[in-house]
């Protein structure tokens, strides 16, 4: 519904226009009320936002009551000038003489220093006030008496507008629908905030309580005097300077604007100032499977149309400049659509960086050894040590540090004092080392070395750049942006393969977010490495015909067991090697055992050899001469020959020496 269809009285916010942190609520004072806009609603807040002095002391004025007391002229005022302000160095001479309200210059609440009123109101809220001519009385002291009318955007009510007399017998406008001549139709509580925040205080000055607040209204006969409603909703004075008043701001909206159906838990309507709109919500927009046609949107403003720019992760996509309400699509082309990662997440990215990569950042293991644990490191000694410290908000999680391979990382953990509380140290041999530190680490001391620790000296560390970081998997990266001037809608969406997609991009699609590959791609992957599937294949049945792979280490036994040759029942008595927990049954196995100028190999294969299935081939290559030589073609399932995801015990001619395993398989244990 519209702002006009609320009956006089409704209280109403706006969620972002806040003051001292809360929305601030409005009543709805009158509709198109004589002498304002046409078409308006009339809003006065629904309580005293503040308490503020109306004018400060003016020291070098001529008058001496406005040195003393301030000006009561409103279109000089301080608190005409700051309501009509959104800027935070606000405060602007109004005249030759004009003072700022500062601590000098009112006796409680200054506010040279707070920004400009209109600085808490909402960007589109804050468009939409409506600009209002204004009467106001001047004083006959000084002023020349009568009136004069001027503009504002926001402003305080006049005697005449809230039901109280016509100051020197001139109207300053007329009166409001939500006041009448009753006193209590005037009368008004601060809110929490406005007294928890005011200097002033008084026993008598509680957001349960009725307080007295400012008008526009100067004392004609005087020229520092400025009216107020009294706590009783009565008429009385106060001087400019004072600065124990409430402040009850008022303005005006279009009747157009929109609100809410229903009010909030305490009665409240919210008000819809939005001035632009977009016609999708914000937020997920679901799969997308192709480049075309990301969001269907047009734009709706009851403001001017600027420039549209579109983005996707954050890179400018399209520009283009639309009619109102005109509708349009996000199209991307090949090239950006090839930038989109597949799925909706990245997985692992690297958060919390710190790169050491400085060489004068090493003064933290310089000083380490130096200093040794026992004497705890300040800031000033080693600046990267405090920075590491407050890095690390949370050692409860694994970190993880890269440096140069070959090298050793020793990490110290310590309390906050610096006292000992465990030694680490990781041989550094794939460039990566990780560590969970213990719940009671507050420092930690960090060095490289090539050295064992008890013998570092500090001439031994290592000047090499080194990288602490964690990761955190489950990132939104596919994001679509809308961008209009100062207004931004936000989307989300993922990004799945279509359904003719071909092999380069179901590769692609696999290796950035392999669990959204659907069953028929995933088939067409697994036929191209030259396996048997079929599309009609569901994932559990798909993943027993992918190929798996494992690795490892392993070294030949001293003793010696019997295995069966193949085609015969003949047996000979070798060497074996045994390895555990595959995970999966393997169908191709090698072994390498380097012995001298002799590598040993053990093969076996299933459906290798015509003769029998499953055939171990044992062979030793000389690597002098290059040649190989086959000694022995055994059986791979007979007497003590083992091949299953529980255990592989494959016979070798070599006692006692250490060499590497491969092996190749299906998920399937039926194999």
């Known amino acids: 519904m519209r702002l ?60 001496s009551n406005r040195r003393t007391y301030g000006n009561n002229r409103y279109l000089y005022s301080n608190i005409r000038q700051w309501l009509n302000k959104d800027v935070d160095s606000w405060y602007e001479p109004q005249h030759e003489t004009d003072e700022s309200p500062n601590a000098n210059g009112v006796n409680y609440n200054y ?142 909206l279009p ?23 977009i016609s999708v919500p914000q937020g997920d927009i679901g799969v997308k499977t192709t480049k075309n046609n990301l969001l269907t949107y047009n734009i ?27 509708e349009t699509q996000v199209n991307l082309t090949n090239e950006q659509w090839d930038a989109v990662g597949y799925g909706k997440y990245t997985k692992s990215p690297i958060t919390n960086l710190m790169d050491f990569s400085n060489i004068n950042d090493w003064q933290l293991g310089y000083l380490w050894a130096m200093n040794g644990i026992g004497n705890p490191l300040t800031e000033q000694e080693a600046p990267q040590l405090a920075l590491l410290k407050d890095y690390i908000s949370n050692f409860q999680v ?21 006292n000992l509380l465990k030694n680490n140290s ?15 680490t507050k420092r930690l001391y960090i060095c490289i070395s090539n050295l064992e620790e ?26 679509l942006t809308i961008e209009m001037g100062d207004y931004k809608w936000d989307y989300t969406f993922d990004k799945r393969l279509s ?21 028929t791609k995933k088939a067409k992957i697994i036929e191209a490495i030259g396996e048997d599937a079929n599309e009609s294949d569901n994932l559990e049945e798909l993943a027993n015909k992918i190929i798996r792979y494992a690795s490892g280490t392993c070294t030949s036994s001293t003793t010696t067991l019997q295995f069966q040759y193949a085609g015969t029942t003949g047996a000979v008595n070798l060497r074996f090697v045994e390895i555990t927990d595959i995970p999966f049954i393997p169908s191709k196995i090698t072994l390498s055992l380097p012995n001298g100028s002799f590598v040993y190999k053990t093969y076996y294969e299933e459906d290798n050899d015509p003769f029998y299935p499953k055939t171990i081939k044992l062979s030793s290559y000389q690597s002098t001469s290059q040649t190989s030589v086959t000694t022995y073609n055994l059986k791979g399932d007979a007497l003590n020959a083992v091949v299953s995801a529980n255990l592989v015990r494959l016979p070798v001619q070599v006692s006692g020496i250490t060499g590497t395993w491969e092996a190749w398989g299906r998920n399937d244990t039926s194999v």
């Open 300 to 326: 709706t403003t009851k403001d001017q149309m600027s420039e549209v720019v579109e983005k996707v992760n954050g890179e400018i996509v399209n520009r283009k400049n639309l009619a109102n309400g005109e």
């Open 398 to 418: 694994e970190y993880k540090v890269e440096v140069k391979n070959g090298f050793r990382l020793f990490i110290r953990e310590a309390d906050s004092s610096g």
């Open 255 to 277: 009747s157009e604007i929109r609100v809410y159906d229903n009010p909030d838990i305490d009665g409240v309507y919210i008000l819809d100032t939005r001035l632009a709109e």
């Open 111 to 252: 506010y040279d220093s707070e920004s400009g009123f209109l600085s808490n109101f909402s960007r589109d809220f804050k468009k939409q006030i409506l600009t209002t001519n204004l009467t106001v009385v001047k004083n006959t002291v000084t002023d020349g008496g009568e009136s004069e009318t001027f503009q504002d955007k926001i402003f305080l009510p006049s005697t005449t507008e809230v039901g109280l007399s016509n100051e020197n017998n001139i109207a300053e406008g007329s009166l409001l629908e939500m006041f009448t001549t009753a006193s209590a139709s005037r009368i008004a509580n601060p809110t929490t905030e406005a007294v928890a925040n005011s200097t002033y205080t008084s026993t008598s000055l509680k957001d349960s309580s009725p307080w007295n607040w400012l008008l526009r209204t100067p004392v004609a006969s005087q020229s520092y005097g400025i009216r107020i409603v009294s706590t009783s909703g009565g008429i009385t004075n106060t001087q400019g300077q004072a600065g124990q008043q409430g402040v009850r701001p008022v303005l005006n």
């Open 426 to 440: 990781f041989d550094i041999d794939d460039g990566v080392s990780k560590f969970t530190p213990l719940a009671e």
């Open 4 to 63: 006009s269809d609320l009956p006089i009285g409704t209280k109403v916010k706006d969620p972002e226009t806040t003051y001292y942190g809360m929305p601030i609520v409005f009543q709805v004072a009158a509709k198109n009320h004589e002498g304002y806009p046409e078409n308006s609603v009339t809003l006065i807040t629904e309580k005293l936002i503040t308490l503020k002095a109306f004018d400060a002391k003016e020291p070098s004025n001529s008058d």
């Open 499 to 519: 359904d003719d997609s071909d092999i380069p991009e179901i590769v692609k699609a696999t290796k950035e977010a392999n669990e959204v590959v659907l069953p």
């Open 454 to 479: 008890e013998t570092i000296s500090e001439f031994d560390i290592i000047n090499q750049p080194f990288k602490i970081y964690t990761e955190e998997p489950n990132v939104i990266v596919n994001n």
